[in-house]
């Protein structure tokens, strides 16, 4: 039997209370030794007659913890007196740190508990709550390589710091009234509030209607109360775009339907953005016109300070950005940015080094990977070389893989402008420099003119490693499954390896190896960016002709204009060819009057499903071609079923049995591939899979057809894949040849 040796633990295992976990066991079960961080492992010398009991304890680890792997190795010397926390030293990068998670219940007990050391205190935290990554500079996780470093600890929590009895028995995070971060409010001049409690003097502006910025763990959130939405949506200039709320507990079955997993989620560490669907579909319109409505509980410590002194049963929680823009983070910065949509200014003094937005999911399935989920690691084999994904344009964020391990950064937005690529950059350097990646292959999408795809350029030519495009739902299907699948790709728009866009695809094979075996049918998009902002660009695309034309003229279309389009359409200019399945449903909502002007990501698609969630859906006849040696499904005759309906059939009707006849149709071709292919298993992705009626319907018509229907849990179904699938399909790739 074992009585001594050197452990090596890798994994997450550090930020997560580790340490003191290893000193506590070692108490228990009489070892002697000695814990430190190397690098970003674990190293225990342990001695003791009960060292295999100490090593079984070991490998269970803490309840943020992941670990990986336990070596033990030989031991020299003799053991010291007692077991030690020693200070950490640099060593091999080949775990990671947790993402920040929600406040832990024996620290909401703290600030609540009159008396106590941490009461009303809005940073308190534990071994098992609060920041890592937003703080994080560098590995080993102690102190001094975060932004808690500008903090030095008085002596009562130095004291609970040093005692194993405690749980903050090393918590970099330790702080209380007297030596940590503080909260400040201020006006839009810059002025200090005079005020003794600035989380009570807050949530009475806010319930008296102000609109408040709040610098929470990872960045700027926009607060206010119901009554305020409106004025808050006019500020921002999102006068259509839904809001999220931060709701006290006891208050979140009064707004939304709240199933068991539902509710799991929003309870648990993470604490995402949860979309759900409301108690009455007409609430809420000022914040959400949609049936949905996405909630979220308090997550630090101030938020539960603030809903605490609240009048109100929740406030409006919006990030403080511009859409697909990097998350504000410095007071500074938000102070002149945000002066004219806000009244109020509460922040605090401790440095957010890595912004992170709220993690948003639907049904179980992930929207925004970001707090709480990210930054993510996953277990994968792509072989021996260090690779980036880049992402692609829109919802983006990075994928590195390195020695085994996929790191997927938290969102970083839309790279179409500088900010938000210079933010990309910034999470480049950010986890390449947490992992120690060294670069040899850089994959992109296969657009040649994003600026993601531009800088994996440059950034190879720096680092001399190879470059590898991936297409981009391509890149959806190798995130969603390594086996031998036929893949359902239904998203907005990708550049196709045709040269046209791509978004209602079949594929067959295995990743890196996929044919395109069918799709929607390919329709013009006249002015091409036009057609998504103004959807009935895209309908007239779909169905050009008489009938369309009347029906824009009676919606103030002027024949000059109809006339334009019309000709675009002849003449192909600027019209570029598209099978998106988001451009389809865009034009079924402009047909039916639902949304004309897209004014946010999404919003004629998810506005149509919020109409046909008040509807019956019927089967139509679908039309199916060949094209290429492809199948095709006609969304021409779908869209002129509808636009006939349209003289006898309720629009909630019409928009359900669209959906519903557009995800048959999908799932039809699916099968038949799968069939033919003699391939068992069917792997849908993409952005229009959120839908949860063409989603559910596309997934119970594959399996009635006897096949595996794979859905992602693990990364987004948009464009929050992409990196990661990037990366997949240039490991495999490299590993071939």
Same mark, same amino acid.
């Given at each position: 039997?074992?009585?001594? $040796?050197?452990?090596?633990?890798?994994?997450?295992?550090?930020?997560?209370?580790?340490?003191?976990?290893?000193?506590?066991?070692?108490?228990?079960?009489?070892?002697?030794?000695?814990?430190?961080?190397?690098?970003?492992?674990?190293?225990?010398?342990?001695? =003791?007659?009960?060292?295999?009991?100490?090593?079984?304890?070991?490998?269970?680890?803490?309840?943020?913890?992941?670990?990986?792997?336990?070596?033990?190795?030989?031991?020299?010397?003799?053991?010291?007196?007692?077991?030690?926390?020693?200070?950490? #030293?640099?060593?091999?990068?080949?775990?990671?740190?947790?993402?920040?998670?929600?406040?832990?219940?024996?620290?909401?007990?703290?600030?609540?508990?009159?008396?106590?050391?941490?009461?009303?205190?809005?940073?308190?935290?534990?071994?098992? /709550?609060?920041?890592?990554?937003?703080?994080?500079?560098?590995?080993?996780?102690?102190?001094?390589?975060?932004?808690?470093?500008?903090?030095?600890?008085?002596?009562?929590?130095?004291?609970?710091?040093?005692?194993?009895?405690?749980?903050?028995?090393?918590?970099?995070?330790?702080?209380?009234?007297?030596? =940590?971060?503080?909260?400040?409010?201020?006006?839009?001049?810059?002025?200090?509030?005079?005020?003794?409690?600035?989380?009570?003097?807050?949530?009475?502006? !806010?319930?008296?209607?102000?609109?408040?910025?709040?610098?929470?763990?990872?960045?700027?959130?926009?607060?206010?109360?119901?009554?305020?939405?409106?004025?808050?949506?006019?500020?921002?200039?999102?006068?259509?775009?839904?809001?999220?709320?931060?709701?006290?507990?006891?208050?979140?079955?009064?707004?939304?339907?709240?199933?068991?997993?539902?509710?799991?989620?929003? #309870?648990?560490?993470?604490?995402?953005?949860?979309?759900?669907?409301?108690?009455?579909?007409?609430?809420?319109?000022?914040?959400?016109?949609?049936?949905?409505?996405?909630?979220?509980?308090?997550? #630090?410590?101030?938020?539960?300070?603030?809903?605490?002194?609240?009048?109100?049963?929740?406030?409006?929680?919006?990030?403080?950005?511009?859409?697909?823009?990097?998350?504000?983070?410095?007071?500074?910065?938000?102070?002149?940015?945000?002066?004219?949509?806000?009244?109020?200014?509460?922040?605090?003094?401790?440095?957010?080094?890595?912004?992170?937005?709220?993690?948003?999911?639907?049904?179980?399935?992930?929207?925004?990977?970001?707090?709480?989920?990210?930054?993510?690691?996953?277990?994968?084999?792509?072989?021996?070389?260090?690779?980036?994904?880049?992402?692609?344009?829109?919802?983006?964020?990075?994928?590195?893989?390195?020695?085994?391990? /996929?790191?997927?950064?938290?969102?970083?937005?839309?790279?179409?402008?500088?900010?938000?690529?210079?933010?990309?950059?910034?999470?480049?350097?950010?986890?390449?420099?947490?992992?120690?990646?060294?670069?040899?292959?850089?994959?992109?999408?296969?657009?040649?003119?994003?600026?993601?795809?531009?800088?994996?350029?440059?950034?190879?030519?720096?680092?001399?490693?190879?470059?590898?495009?991936?297409?981009?739902?391509?890149?959806?299907?190798?995130?969603?499954?390594?086996?031998?699948?036929?893949?359902?790709?239904?998203?907005?728009?990708?550049?196709?390896?045709?040269?046209?866009?791509?978004?209602?695809?079949?594929?067959?094979?295995?990743?890196?190896?996929?044919?395109?075996?069918?799709?929607?049918?390919?329709?013009?998009?006249? $002015?091409?960016?036009?057609?998504?902002?103004?959807?009935?660009?895209?309908?007239?695309?779909?169905?050009?002709?008489?009938?369309?034309?009347?029906?824009?003229?009676?919606?103030?279309?002027?024949?000059?204009?109809?006339?334009?389009?019309?000709?675009?359409?002849?003449?192909?200019?600027?019209?570029?060819?598209?099978?998106?399945?988001?451009?389809?449903?865009?034009?079924?909502?402009?047909?039916?009057?639902?949304?004309?002007?897209?004014?946010?990501?999404?919003?004629?698609?998810?506005?149509?499903?919020?109409?046909?969630?008040?509807?019956?859906?019927?089967?139509?006849?679908?039309?199916?071609?060949?094209?290429?040696?492809?199948?095709? !499904?006609?969304?021409?005759?779908?869209?002129?079923?509808?636009?006939?309906?349209?003289?006898?059939?309720?629009?909630?009707?019409?928009?359900?049995?669209?959906?519903?006849?557009?995800?048959?149709?999908?799932?039809?071709?699916?099968?038949?591939?799968?069939?033919?292919? =003699?391939?068992?298993?069917?792997?849908?992705?993409?952005?229009?899979?959120?839908?949860?009626?063409?989603?559910?319907?596309?997934?119970?018509?594959?399996?009635?057809?006897?096949?595996? /229907?794979?859905?992602?849990?693990?990364?987004?179904?948009?464009?929050?894949?992409?990196?990661?699938?990037? /990366?997949?399909?240039?490991?495999?790739?490299?590993?071939?040849?």
């Amino acid at each position: 039997m074992q009585n001594k $040796g050197t452990i090596f633990v890798q994994g997450i295992v550090q930020g997560v209370g580790f340490r003191p976990f290893v000193y506590s066991a070692a108490h228990a079960y009489g070892i002697r030794g000695t814990v430190r961080n190397l690098g970003s492992q674990v190293e225990i010398h342990a001695f =003791g007659e009960r060292f295999e009991e100490f090593l079984a304890a070991i490998r269970k680890g803490t309840p943020l913890s992941k670990i990986d792997s336990v070596v033990v190795g030989d031991i020299q010397g003799s053991p010291p007196d007692g077991f030690l926390i020693l200070e950490s #030293t640099t060593g091999a990068l080949s775990g990671f740190i947790p993402a920040d998670v929600a406040l832990c219940d024996e620290c909401r007990a703290d600030i609540f508990t009159p008396g106590g050391r941490y009461e009303r205190y809005w940073a308190t935290s534990c071994v098992n /709550c609060g920041p890592r990554y937003s703080i994080i500079e560098s590995l080993p996780y102690d102190r001094e390589r975060t932004t808690m470093e500008d903090f030095s600890t008085c002596p009562e929590c130095t004291r609970e710091y040093n005692d194993p009895g405690q749980r903050r028995h090393h918590a970099q995070t330790i702080a209380c009234g007297r030596c =940590g971060p503080s909260l400040t409010l201020y006006d839009t001049t810059g002025s200090i509030l005079p005020c003794a409690d600035p989380v009570r003097e807050t949530a009475r502006l !806010l319930d008296e209607g102000s609109i408040v910025a709040i610098r929470g763990i990872g960045g700027f959130h926009i607060a206010c109360i119901e009554a305020s939405a409106g004025e808050l949506k006019r500020r921002l200039g999102r006068t259509e775009q839904p809001l999220a709320v931060m709701v006290k507990e006891e208050h979140l079955d009064d707004i939304a339907h709240v199933s068991d997993a539902e509710r799991e989620c929003l #309870t648990g560490p993470e604490h995402p953005i949860s979309v759900l669907v409301k108690k009455d579909p007409l609430a809420h319109a000022d914040i959400s016109n949609l049936h949905t409505i996405g909630c979220m509980l308090p997550y #630090t410590g101030l938020h539960h300070l603030l809903l605490s002194c609240l009048h109100h049963p929740f406030l409006v929680m919006t990030s403080a950005n511009t859409p697909g823009y990097p998350m504000i983070t410095d007071t500074d910065h938000a102070m002149s940015q945000l002066k004219d949509d806000v009244d109020f200014f509460l922040t605090h003094d401790r440095v957010i080094r890595n912004r992170c937005d709220d993690s948003v999911v639907r049904d179980g399935y992930i929207i925004r990977l970001s707090r709480g989920l990210a930054p993510k690691r996953t277990r994968t084999d792509l072989g021996d070389d260090c690779i980036l994904g880049v992402g692609p344009e829109l919802n983006a964020n990075i994928t590195v893989y390195r020695n085994g391990f /996929c790191f997927t950064s938290p969102h970083v937005g839309n790279v179409r402008n500088p900010a938000t690529l210079e933010y990309l950059k910034e999470t480049i350097r950010t986890i390449g420099g947490l992992v120690g990646a060294e670069y040899t292959v850089i994959a992109h999408d296969l657009h040649p003119q994003f600026l993601s795809t531009r800088y994996a350029q440059v950034l190879a030519e720096e680092c001399g490693a190879s470059l590898v495009p991936v297409q981009h739902h391509k890149a959806h299907i190798a995130a969603a499954t390594l086996k031998p699948c036929i893949g359902i790709a239904i998203d907005g728009v990708g550049y196709g390896d045709d040269g046209t866009v791509w978004g209602g695809e079949i594929f067959a094979g295995q990743a890196p190896e996929y044919d395109r075996v069918a799709h929607l049918e390919p329709v013009p998009m006249p $002015g091409g960016d036009a057609a998504v902002r103004f959807p009935e660009r895209m309908l007239y695309g779909i169905l050009p002709g008489s009938e369309t034309a009347a029906l824009l003229r009676e919606r103030g279309w002027s024949d000059t204009m109809v006339g334009v389009v019309d000709r675009q359409i002849a003449r192909g200019v600027n019209t570029p060819l598209s099978s998106s399945t988001g451009r389809v449903l865009d034009a079924a909502s402009a047909l039916l009057g639902i949304c004309r002007e897209k004014t946010y990501d999404g919003e004629p698609a998810m506005k149509l499903e919020s109409v046909a969630s008040r509807g019956r859906a019927k089967p139509w006849e679908l039309v199916f071609t060949r094209e290429g040696g492809r199948e095709v !499904l006609s969304t021409r005759a779908l869209m002129a079923e509808a636009q006939a309906r349209m003289t006898w059939e309720e629009i909630p009707e019409i928009a359900a049995s669209f959906q519903y006849n557009l995800a048959r149709g999908i799932a039809a071709m699916a099968i038949r591939a799968a069939q033919a292919e =003699g391939i068992p298993t069917v792997a849908l992705s993409g952005g229009v899979a959120y839908n949860n009626a063409i989603r559910t319907a596309i997934a119970g018509e594959i399996t009635a057809a006897g096949l595996e /229907c794979v859905i992602n849990k693990e990364f987004p179904l948009g464009d929050g894949c992409i990196s990661y699938g990037q /990366c997949v399909w240039a490991g495999l790739l490299s590993r071939e040849r």
